[in-house]
C-alpha cells in the first residue's frame, strides 16, 4: 500500500465537458484504490481549470487548437506546439508522475508528447466511436489505450487496445431515487434532454409535435430546451402533461424513471444512459468534430439498443416515440441491451488495469 500511496499520477483532459468528466471519474477510482498524488494539468482559464481546479491539484499549461480548414492559421502552430511541449515538460519534471492519464482534446496532446519525450508512461481513454486527431497522435506513445466499443478500437492498434466502456462518476443505485412529481400518475414517462444550452434539432422536432403529443395523456414528457429557450417555448401551446425546464439539476432522478429518452449523442451523455439500461431517441449533434457523435449513435442503433434520427430527417420524431410506446415488447428490448452495452463501473476497471500494468497491484 505505500507504493501505491507515494505514486505520483498526471491527469490530462480538456475542451469539453467529455473530455473532463471521465478524467474525473477515473480519478476518483485511483484515489479510492489508493492513490494520493493525482495532478491535473489544463490551460488556464478554461473549462477543465473551472471543473478540476476545486478538486484536485491543477497544474496550468498551453494548448494549441488546430484551426480546421485553415492552412494560414495553422503556418504558426508547430512553432506554439513547441513552446506549449516544453511547458508540459517542465510539469512532468516537476511531478514527476509515475504515468500520465490522457482522455483527449487538443489540451491532451503536448502533455503526451512531453511524457514521451520524458519515457513516462501514457495511458489514453478514448470516449467516441471515432478516435480524436489528439489520442490518434498520442496513441503512438500509449503503453494501454482505453475505448468503448468495438468501432472505437478500430483506429488504435489491436495489441494496445481494451475495450473498458466510458467512465462515469458514480451513479445513484437504479430505482434509489424518488420519482420526480412531473412523472407521477403517467403511464409512460419520456425525457428529453438537450442540455443547459438546449439542443436546436430536438426543440423544433418537439415543438413541431405538440399538438400530436397533445392527445397521449397518457405520457408525462419532461422537455429540457435549455435555459434561454424556456420562455419562448412555455408561452407556446403546451399541453398539461409537457413540462418545459431550462436545465435540470440533479438530472439523475428523470433519467432513472424515464420509459424512454431523447438524446444528443455526446460520449458522456450516451454512457450515463446506459449505465441506467435505458432506451433512447438519439439526435446527434450534426455539427461535432468528425461526426462522432452520429458515429456514436450508430453503435448503439446497430445493437438495437437506440433508433437515431438527424437533425436534417423529415420529422419523424413523434411517429418514432409512438410506436415504441404501443409496441411496449420493443422497448424493453432495447433497455435490455442498453443494460448489457452499460459499463457503470468503466471508471473502476481502468484504474484497476493502469495499477495492474504498473505493478502497483
Known sequence: MTQIA???VLMVCGGTGGHIYPALAIADSLRAQGIQKITFAGRLDSMEEKLVKPL????PITAVPLARGSFVQNISMPFRLIAS???????IRDIK???????????SLPIMLAAGWCKVPVYLQEQNAVAGIANRIGARFAKRIFVTSEDAAKAFPLGKTRIQGNPVRALPQAGSLAMPKEYQGAQWKILALGGSQGARGINQKINESLDRISKRSDVALVWQAGVKNVEVFQKGNVPSHVT??????????YID???????????????????????????????ATANHQEHNARVLERTGAA?????????DLWNKVEHLLD??????????????????DAADRIAHDLLVEETLL
Open 6 to 8: 507515494e505514486a505520483s
Open 56 to 59: 484536485w491539484p491543477f497544474a
Open 85 to 91: 511541449i516544453w511547458r508540459a515538460r517542465r510539469v
Open 97 to 107: 508522475p509515475r504515468f500520465v492519464v490522457a482522455t483527449g482534446g487538443y489540451v
Open 244 to 253: 418545459v425546464a431550462g436545465f435540470l439539476n440533479p438530472v439523475y432522478a
Open 257 to 287: 424513471h424515464a420509459d424512454l429518452l431523447i438524446s444528443r449523442a455526446g460520449a458522456s451523455t450516451l454512457a450515463e444512459i446506459l449505465a441506467f439500461g435505458k432506451p433512447s431517441v438519439l439526435l446527434p449533434f450534426p455539427f
Open 307 to 315: 433508433l437515431v434520427e438527424l437533425d436534417s430527417d423529415p420529422n
Open 327 to 344: 409496441h411496449p415488447e420493443e422497448l424493453q428490448q432495447m433497455a435490455k441491451q442498453a443494460k448489457a452495452m452499460g459499463m457503470p
